[in-house]
């Protein structure tokens, strides 16, 4: 059964950088049958794609965002790594971290909410 | 950017009866590559359908999707307890990925 779990902290300070993890169980990051990605929801608000990685470092960002996020992979630890930088109150929000198959999101992990706050 | 914009914002409905929602798009999606996602509350979105009209894993025949080009319909023919949630539509099929606003579908 794969399952997936965000972790990282739950409040950032303005300007700071947000470094959260996905940690895979039950499946591997290093398949090639998959993408890997980061989706966002502020609070009362609909999901906003951030970006997605592929294993061998194939990556894709949100146009809207790609100047501050960094996606990667770790197959050694089977986890997948969100960084954004330059944090502001408007990325207040549930980050979820997901299993791709063409595109479509099948597979969640249960979100975890990141608060910026000085 | 297809900016996706679902109707009705609340639908208030009693079981039994059927769900229509809309999600229409700005530009056409390419090759039909819509989902839906359904979402309750405090919990993640869970795939509904996919390619418009495929049922993902686990997903009841009371759900089915349609259209094709920039309009879209999810419909539940019959509603059950559980499937009052928010509902999502994404396309897929051109960069960025984007999402609809959500539709709340309510007890009435």
């Known amino acids: 059964q794969l399952q997936l779990q965000e972790s990282g902290p739950g409040l950032v300070k303005p300007s700071e950088t947000l470094s959260l993890t996905c940690t895979v169980s039950?499946?591997?990051?290093?398949?090639?049958?998959?993408?890997w990605a980061w989706i966002r929801q502020p609070p009362g608000k609909g999901l906003e794609w951030i970006g997605s990685?592929?294993?061998?470092?194939?990556?894709y960002y949100n146009p809207s965002l790609k100047s501050r996020v960094t996606i990667s992979m770790d197959t050694s630890n089977n986890h997948f790594s969100l960084e954004l930088t330059s944090m502001t109150a408007a990325d207040t929000a549930v980050y979820y971290c997901?299993?791709?198959?063409?595109?479509?999101?099948?597979?969640w992990g249960q979100g975890t909410l990141v608060t910026v706050s000085s | 950017e297809i900016v996706l914009t679902q109707s009705p914002g609340t639908l208030s409905l009693f079981p039994g009866e059927r769900a229509t929602l809309s999600c229409r798009a700005s530009?056409?999606?390419?090759?039909?590559?819509l989902a839906w996602y359904q979402q309750k509350p405090g919990q993640a979105p869970r795939l509904v359908i996919y390619?418009?009209?495929s049922r993902a894993t686990g997903i009841p025949d009371r759900f089915s999707g349609s259209g094709s080009g920039t309009d879209f319909t999810l419909t539940i023919s019959r509603l059950e307890p559980e499937d009052f949630a928010v509902y999502h539509c994404?396309?897929?099929?051109?960069?960025?990925?984007?999402f609809g606003q959500g539709t709340k579908l309510e007890i009435k």
């Open positions: 997901a299993r791709l198959r063409g595109s479509v999101a099948w597979h």
């Open positions: 039950g499946g591997f990051v290093s398949t090639t049958s998959y993408y």
């Open positions: 990685v592929y294993y061998g470092g194939s990556t």
């Open positions: 530009q056409s999606v390419t090759s039909s590559n």
């Open positions: 390619a418009a009209s």
């Open positions: 994404q396309q897929y099929g051109s960069s960025p990925y984007s």
